[in-house]
């Protein structure tokens, strides 16, 4: 995982948190969106916690703000929902990244 990325995942998520990210293609986020959202199509990301400690964070290869995808799935796994609270945890994560560049 890129350090950029580590780093924000310790900061929400912890450094114990076992996280797995894989870049995947339009054919496997299809397939994933179609089973587990029961959703027609592709999309840009999708996340999956799998116990209180570990999750998966799928990104789309073709997605434009793989940086902001990351950030929003982490927030999911944290147990955020979209709203004005995660918009605006979204927003500051975001600040910190784009600094990191």
Request: charge should be positive.
């Amino acid at each position: 995982m890129e350090r950029k990325w580590q780093k924000i995942k310790n900061q929400v998520l912890g450094k114990k948190f076992d996280l797995s990210v894989v870049l995947a293609e339009d054919s496997l986020m299809k397939k994933l969106n179609e089973k587990y959202r029961k959703k027609t199509g592709t999309t840009n990301v999708l996340s999956f916690p799998l116990s209180k400690t570990a999750g998966e964070i799928f990104i789309n290869k073709k997605a434009v703000r793989p940086n902001y995808l990351f950030i929003h799935s982490l927030l999911h796994l944290k147990g955020f929902r979209h709203g004005k609270k995660m918009e605006a945890e979204e927003k500051k994560l975001w600040r910190e990244i784009s600094s990191q560049a």
